[in-house]
């Protein structure tokens, strides 16, 4: 008989037992981590088709709430009312074009002359007292700014791109306007069946946001620029017509659009001379002092109240990561998380008040 040995016998699961409850729990852990930063790699990656997709649910609100307002004196199918809406914005924009086309072509080379001169002069200024090292020019100084957009905006950075990822945006916004409620539908097939109701009116009134401020933003859009245009032809400043233009389609990025425009109005003003300079800057400050005391209030107040701080802020970020469409779209990127905040606040809200009525049951018991 053969003595027997004495060891010690380790009779704990090792890390590799996986019907311990503890190294369960670990692996849950730990799956939960690993998914949450593919997650944010996945969306670094495809950051610029989901600006795309999210352009187009954008483009999608502003289509539904035109089928909505037509909807509240016309009781027709909803399709037709997409059809009108459609044909009637088309008709909108190409009767513009039709009517001023030669107008706005013959300013938009104009004014593409005159801001070069009066950047020459303004650098040939900066040159002789001293605040330029050396002599530069527009162009130069253009290819620069280029030249330090980030590569997450390469997909747009051609005429080619731009004008595709537009295309993209137009169709994806149709194809979800014509049915909401079929894509409404497969968000909350996604979402646990438990959860679909909370979930349901968190939607709800995203989309409700979203279509209050683009109403907001197409009535600021709209105004701006025609009061822009109707003081610039009465005061004599050229290219009237084209400011006004550019002035209510950068309306559409509230803070970041107006500087740009007013740039524009008082570069060409003083192309036509001191006196016509003068009134431009008269005018860009008329307008934009009654668009933030006057018009953007009332607007607020009926669609979505977003601080100023905040909204230049998002720009800025959104600007510098995403390009020219993440500018386009903070707005209404921040008004969803907005959302999504407060709809967290109240279901916070909600369990500490059930939390508390047992904790009074209990104490009463």
């Known amino acids: 008989m053969s003595k027997r040995e004495r060891v010690d016998i380790e009779r704990a699961p090792g890390p590799n037992e996986l019907r311990d409850p503890v190294v369960r729990a670990e692996l849950r852990k730990a799956s939960v981590w690993f998914g949450l930063a593919a997650a944010i790699a996945l969306v670094v990656l495809l950051i610029q088709p989901l600006l795309i997709i999210f352009g187009g649910l ?7 709430g035109g089928v909505r307002l037509l909807g509240r004196v016309l009781p027709i199918p909803r399709g037709i009312r997409l059809l009108i809406v459609v044909l009637l914005a088309t008709a909108f924009i190409l009767g513009t074009f039709y009517l001023t086309g030669v107008q706005i072509a013959a300013q938009a080379e104009q004014l593409r002359s005159t801001l070069e001169v009066q950047g020459n002069r303004l650098i040939a200024w900066a040159n002789g007292t001293g605040l330029m090292p050396a002599r530069s020019d527009m162009s130069g100084l253009a290819q620069q700014a280029l030249g330090s957009v980030g590569r997450l905006t390469s997909a747009v950075g051609t005429v080619f791109g731009a004008f595709t990822s537009l295309f993209m945006i137009l169709v994806i916004g149709l194809f979800v306007a014509m049915e909401p409620k079929l894509y409404d539908r497969g ?85 036509a001379g001191a006196d016509t300079g003068l009134w431009a800057i008269a005018i860009y400050f008329a307008v934009q002092t009654f668009d933030g005391y006057v018009l953007l209030p009332i607007v607020a107040r009926r669609t979505v109240d977003l601080p100023p701080a905040l909204t230049l802020s998002s720009q800025i970020l959104a600007s510098t990561l995403f390009g020219v469409l993440g500018l386009a779209l903070a707005d209404p990127m921040v008004a969803m998380i907005k959302v999504a905040l407060e709809r967290e606040s109240e279901r916070a809200a909600r369990a500490g008040v059930r939390m508390s009525d047992e904790d009074e049951e209990a104490a009463l018991a």
């Open 58 to 64: 954008v483009f999608a609100a502003m289509l539904d």
């Open 187 to 271: 968000l909350q097939w996604m979402v646990p069946v438990g959860q679909r109701a909370e979930f349901a009116v968190t939607i709800n009134r995203m989309a409700t946001t979203m279509r209050r401020l683009l109403a907001g933003r197409l009535a600021g859009m709209v105004f701006e620029g025609a009061l822009t245009w109707l003081l610039l032809w009465i005061t004599g400043v050229p290219m009237a017509l084209l400011l006004g233009i550019i002035t209510g389609l950068l309306a559409f990025i509230p803070n970041i659009g107006a500087f740009i425009s007013g740039v524009l109005m008082v570069a060409v003003g003083f192309s």
